[in-house]
């Protein structure tokens, strides 16, 4: 059974800073692109930040760019959000997910893995 599986999340002040993390198991996902979504109540799912299966190329959203950084580790199958200067309007449940398809692929719809999601809460 193929899983991802998010964790890392919380609840942080304005300015503060997270880690959050995607290990997958039941299938190598050492060749896919991976991306980190994000969903705010009321909102519909979109784009934060993806990594090419080298880790050598990634591409962010405006809204976070310069902000939060991703990562991988091929070894442990495991993908990175390392999230600073945190802002109320980051809080959402954060998703990563898993696709064969370009690196420059934000839409929801391009990733067939997902995982459960992780809340990230940041209080004003």
């Known amino acids: 059974q193929v899983q991802l599986v998010e964790s890392g999340g919380g609840l942080v002040q304005a300015g503060g800073s997270l880690r959050l993390s995607c290990a997958a198991s039941g299938r190598t996902f050492k060749s896919y692109t991976k991306g980190w979504f994000r969903q705010a109540p009321g909102k519909e799912r979109e784009f934060v930040a993806s990594i090419n299966w080298s880790g050598t190329n990634t591409y962010y959203a405006d809204s976070v760019k310069g902000r939060f950084t991703i990562s991988r580790d091929n070894a442990e199958n495991t993908v990175y959000l390392q999230m600073n200067s945190l802002k109320p309007e980051d809080t959402a449940v954060y998703y990563c997910?898993?696709?064969?398809?370009?690196?420059?692929?934000?839409?929801?719809?391009?990733?067939?893995?997902w995982g459960h999601g992780t809340q990230v809460t940041v209080s004003s």
């Open positions: 997910a898993a696709t064969m398809g370009s690196t420059y692929a934000n839409y929801a719809s391009s990733y067939p893995y």
